[in-house]
């Protein structure tokens, strides 16, 4: 019944998708060729047309093998044109529907030309913007919520003249009574600007522009309009093209912080879900994120050292055109674990030391110079088989 | 080191979240009282101001219950403060952090007042504009992808000659220059319209308008300019707030169709995760979805028939002020199914049958003919018994 599009072809571009699949032996072909329908054309195999159309717009099974157990490795290939340039449409392809089914798990993948561009600055250029050439980056986070702007403000100043170089909203700060966002933002810029004139730094504010699809682009721009350095969004809120959106937006040039909340299903989600360094790495960086927040291992979280690593591979690794991203690390973090955290991760990281800050001195500036001291020391060469 | 804002008071409303936490019996205390900061303050509980700021600004354990085995059941209030009206920020505190802790569950919420008034139409809206009073509504996707405006345009005339209720664009087509989407929408909205002036019935024509936050909502008001009588959207993939920034926006009067794409980790985190019934039928519905699209047990996905069930159930169940939203159980369904689900979920859902129909019967007007028909057919009264 459905009729073939008269001189119908795919330009022959596809990207490809690396599956983790369980099913048995007898059923894994059936099985991938099922994914490789359901993701592009949604659609009894032998009701499309047959010829180009038939072979050229469902998914290909690029390879098939075996794994341990009942799992496979499975690449599949799907049109460029699938994707259609939208992030969103890719995403879909790689696990709209097929996040809805049991035993498969997303390990990788290739993007279409012109979906994603990747950070505008990355790692050298937000390394650039704030005059940081060689160290770990010092990041913390202000909080509670429930303090007023004056109190927040206050603890950016204190970071700020102790020399941390990214002082972000904690990603609860929204547009609460307790501390509205344009009046934090104002106030905290100022208070880091301030500080800034004193230390002769670059330190930036990064304020949480998490919010619906009416507001999130509008308070990105007066975060930048109001001396913010770098914005925070939890693009798992927000929603994935928040990312891309900023990173492709001419008129806007700050650095973009992508925060995990509301995101932990998709990687505990095993044995299906998405692997921890696509997700958290390859993706955030693809979508344009310069700098991506991840719970460290050993912190109040439960990421593994090897998935934690993953992420800050996937972050920096050479891909494509892809600038690098700065994978960082947080939660629960304390200074006597700098060493240990620059044997593990090199110089290419944002250290995230949170509420923990607070207890490392007898003042926040005090605490802010001890973090950055930390991290401008000279450690010992990573050596594996001392570092665990 | 952090001083309490002088006269700190919050308003006393606190909503709640019950989570399945996994833990031993001499941690659970411990564990669910550092979830009650972690969604909160996310700070050391004794680095707090103590008085009214330490009473009132983190979580509550209201209440702490053993289950089976290692899990035990915990209700948490928040002070609705910290959502700050924000629904995004809610679904922060709700399961920001956590979601990336192991071993915690969401099994249910009460959402703060004036964080989201569910849907506009809901049920009997939907009912009172398409003229259906009383049946099931019948729904298809236009696909595959791939085809053609034209031939979409078609799908869409023959489905509405056939007397589908609700023609929704396959969540794949999003603007592809397969099909272009202000171009598919026109050509798809006049179909249904030209179709309507045989028929005297009020079918409507749903497209995708899934995308970025600099589209979405231009996307939504094209479609309602250009005659769409709905719009479909995948909030895992657009974000969560474009279903309460459309629901809310008064220059907007479509009905909302929510997508599953891309969420299946959510509820298959388990144990972790969030409870389908809660992530499908409560938190659409309270967003703003008239419509709530879920994989229908039986079909091509896992989802058991008591999850589905619960999914309908959050979907319509007298909750506060909100309207009832329709499920939507879909994904691999045929006609001969229909008494089951009519058996099943009763007269307040919308039966999705898919690529499925274009079999049913020689012509894709006589197949929605049968689909109608099969709906409006009486069944007996749903026995227990004999259902399953």
């Known amino acids: 019944m459905i009729v073939a599009p008269p001189n119908f072809r795919l330009s022959g571009s596809r990207f490809q998708v690396?599956?983790?699949?369980?099913?048995?032996?007898?059923d894994i072909e059936a099985r991938v060729r099922s994914m490789a329908l359901e993701q592009t054309v949604e659609f009894?195999?032998?009701?499309?047309p047959s010829g180009p159309f038939r072979e050229q717009m469902p998914g290909h099974v690029e390879s098939?093998?075996?794994?341990?157990?009942d799992w496979y490795r499975a690449v599949l290939s799907y049109p460029d044109e699938a994707a259609g340039h939208d992030i969103l449409q890719f995403l879909n392809v790689v696990f709209g529907n097929t996040s809805l089914q049991p035993g498969v798990r997303v390990e990788d993948f290739t993007v279409p030309q012109g979906v994603a561009t990747g950070p505008r600055l990355g790692v050298p250029g937000v390394r650039a913007a704030l005059g940081v050439p060689g160290r770990p980056l010092a990041s913390t986070a202000l909080k509670p919520l429930g303090l007023p702007v004056g109190e927040l403000a206050l603890q950016a100043y204190q970071t700020a003249l102790g020399g941390l170089d990214v002082i972000k909203d904690d990603h609860g700060l929204a547009d609460q009574t307790l501390a509205p966002f344009q009046q934090r933002v104002e106030r905290c810029a100022e208070a880091v600007a301030a500080a800034n004139r004193e230390t002769g730094l670059r330190s930036v504010y990064a304020p949480n522009i998490t919010s619906d699809p009416a507001t999130v682009l509008s308070r990105a721009r007066f975060a930048q309009d109001?001396?913010?350095?770098?914005?925070?969004?939890?693009?798992?809120?927000?929603?994935?093209?928040?990312?891309?959106?900023?990173?492709?937006?001419?008129?806007?040039?700050?650095?973009?912080?992508?925060?995990?909340?509301?995101?932990g299903s998709f990687?505990?989600?095993?044995?299906?879900?998405?692997?921890?360094?696509?997700?958290?790495?390859?993706?955030?960086?693809?979508?344009?994120a310069d700098i991506t927040i991840f719970p460290n291992y050993g912190g109040r979280f439960s990421f593994s050292r090897d998935e934690c690593l993953a992420?800050?591979?996937?972050?920096?690794?050479?891909?494509?055109?892809?600038?690098?991203?700065?994978?960082?690390?947080?939660?629960?973090?304390?200074?006597?674990?700098?060493?240990?955290l620059k044997a593990a991760y090199?110089?290419?990281?944002?250290?995230?030391?949170?509420?923990?800050?607070?207890?490392?001195?007898?003042?926040?500036v005090e605490a802010s110079r001890l973090f950055v001291a930390a991290l401008a020391k000279p450690?010992?060469?990573p050596s594996p088989q001392v570092v665990e």
Chains 1, 2 share one sequence.
């Open 44 to 48: 009894p195999e032998d009701l499309l």
């Open 226 to 263: 109001a001396g913010a350095g770098a914005v925070l969004v939890s693009p798992g809120l927000a929603g994935w093209g928040v990312l891309s959106a900023l990173a492709s937006d001419p008129g806007f040039r700050l650095p973009i912080i992508a925060h995990p909340a509301f995101t």
């Open 379 to 381: 450690v010992p060469e």
């Open 311 to 340: 992420i800050a591979r996937r972050s920096t690794e050479p891909r494509g055109s892809l600038a690098p991203s700065f994978p960082s690390p947080g939660g629960g973090m304390t200074l006597d674990r700098i060493p240990e």
């Open 64 to 69: 098939l093998s075996p794994l341990e157990g």
């Open 18 to 26: 690396v599956y983790r699949v369980q099913a048995s032996a007898t």
């Open 267 to 288: 990687v505990s989600a095993g044995p299906g879900g998405m692997d921890h360094g696509l997700f958290y790495g390859t993706l955030p960086r693809a979508l344009g």
């Open 346 to 364: 090199g110089n290419d990281f944002v250290a995230l030391v949170g509420g923990g800050l607070h207890r490392e001195a007898r003042t926040l």
